[in-house]
């Protein structure tokens, strides 16, 4: 037994863990273990809470499975292992001009993993989520079966977005998006309060491939940095990748913390407050926190908890006002705070968390009862202003709360595999 912690090292409690190295064993190698007690795929472990864990039971690591099997390089079709990274993927794939058409905020993702919780990244606006570009996966079940799996099944819809409680996903096949390079165009746009936000991400849907923003929680009127990309053709080598920065240890309080959040957020405020132009390297722009490894140390030893959702349009602009007066009466804040908006596409899966809307995430280190009466108040908005979290980092979301804001669950749970379970399956749909 190995003690495994998911993103937000709320835990490290004990799983039997397995790798999963060879395609063909898989179906064989899942059925066996799986008949004495449930099993789940675990790929880099970057959700924050429990979708990832499994304590006490089998967690089936798929890093092994990391074999690229075919590249077209005239239609951008790829077809790879499901425990490839995203990072393995864009790092071969950019310099032919080509480009994952969905990244997260992370690159230390695996194929899998993106699947699963049917990832979203800053052009949602333009390309959906990660499962509008999958063409086709193979998933083993814990019967010993394969299934080809392909758009407009029902087990398609139910796996992307499944939160990994279908079947183990072997391989799949991506359709990539012609880049020019690896550049991107940034323009980085300070507004002063909510409204201007909306005024900004509306102005920008049309023009601009990718949009996001941070927002000051600690400012009355919302202020923050919005910030929008488009790819640009520029005859510029790509800089050389750098050693990673690594947090080396865990302090023994969080680092970020009510002392340290205020200067903080005054700080950044006042580094991006003038608009400006600037030519960002792909990896850059989407994945800054790449930079430093381990950066989830900076939370101290109990961890931390972050809270996602989303709201539709016509609640949004109240509910986030009121989920940043909410965290504001209650003394907290957070530093990594990022609000944007999503287009108007319907997710492929039954329990995909994109939809049409505006996104909310907020960090909050781990204070015990004082965190979690937040996150109640928190709900409230959310359950009010008929929004959904998303489970990708959640840890402790209500029953009733993922009920509401995922009508599609009684559809998906028929085809859930029964020798599969997680620490999130057990809380929210008990078993
Ligand atoms: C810094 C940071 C930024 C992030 N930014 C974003 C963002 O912008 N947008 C976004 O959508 N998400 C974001 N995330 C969340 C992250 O993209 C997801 O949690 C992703 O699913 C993690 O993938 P993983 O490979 O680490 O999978 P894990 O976290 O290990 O597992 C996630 C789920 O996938 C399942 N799974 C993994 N592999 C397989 C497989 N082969 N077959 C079946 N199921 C499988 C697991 O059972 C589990 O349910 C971010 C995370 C971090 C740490």
Not at 93 to 102: K, N
Not at 107 to 130: C, E, L, M, P, R
Not at 224 to 236: H, K, S, W
Not at 320 to 345: C, H, P, W
């Amino acid at each position: 037994m190995v003690a495994v912690s998911a993103w937000g090292r709320l835990s490290a409690l004990p799983h039997d863990t397995h790798s999963l190295s060879d395609r063909a064993q898989v179906p064989a190698q899942i059925a066996a273990a799986s008949a004495a007690r449930p099993g789940l795929a675990h790929g880099l472990g970057r959700s924050y809470g429990d979708v990832c864990l499994n304590p006490g039971g089998l967690l089936w690591q798929t890093r092994a499975l990391d074999h690229f099997l075919a590249f077209d390089e005239q239609s951008g079709v790829l077809r790879c292992e499901a425990g490839v990274s995203l990072r393995d993927i864009q790092r071969l794939c950019v310099p032919r001009g080509w480009s994952l058409p969905v990244v997260p905020g992370t690159q230390f993702v695996t194929v899998g993993g993106a699947i699963a919780n049917d990832v979203h990244g800053k052009n949602h606006h333009v390309a959906g989520s990660f499962g509008d570009h999958l063409r086709r996966f193979t998933l083993a079940r814990t019967d010993g079966s394969l299934s080809e799996c392909v758009p407009d099944e029902p087990l398609f819809a139910a796996t992307v977005g499944g939160l990994g409680l279908t079947g183990v996903i072997i391989d799949a096949e991506l359709q990539l998006k012609r880049v020019p390079g690896p550049w991107l165009t940034v323009e980085t746009l300070p507004y002063r309060d909510l409204q201007e936000f909306f005024d900004l991400a509306d102005a920008s849907e049309a023009g601009w491939e990718h949009t996001v923003s941070w927002i000051d929680c600690l400012h009355r009127a919302g202020r923050g940095v919005f910030m929008r990309a488009n790819p640009a053709q520029l005859d510029r080598a790509a800089p050389a990748a750098r050693a990673g920065r690594r947090v080396p240890l865990v302090p023994p309080v969080s680092l970020v913390n009510r002392l340290s959040l205020r200067p903080f957020n005054a700080l950044y405020y006042a580094s991006k407050g003038r608009r400006a132009t600037s030519v960002q390297h792909h990896e850059n722009f989407h994945h800054p926190l790449d930079a430093l490894m381990d950066w989830n140390r900076i939370y101290g030893p109990r961890g931390f908890y972050q809270y996602q959702c989303v709201l539709p349009f016509a609640t949004g602009r109240d509910g986030i006002r009121a989920l940043l007066d909410s965290t504001a009466a209650a003394g907290m804040g957070s530093f990594l705070a990022v609000l944007k908006t999503f287009g108007q596409r319907e997710s492929i899966g039954m329990l995909s968390f994109a939809m049409p809307g505006v996104t909310l995430a907020l960090d909050f280190p781990n204070e015990g009862e004082r965190t979690l009466k937040l996150f109640a108040s928190l709900d409230a908005i959310v359950r009010e202003a008929g929004g959904r979290l998303y489970p990708a980092k959640d840890a402790r979301m209500p029953r009733d709360l993922f009920e509401a804001g995922y009508p599609r669950l009684a559809e998906f749970l028929p085809h859930r595999d029964p020798g599969i379970s997680s620490a999130m399956s057990r809380r929210l749909m008990g078993n």
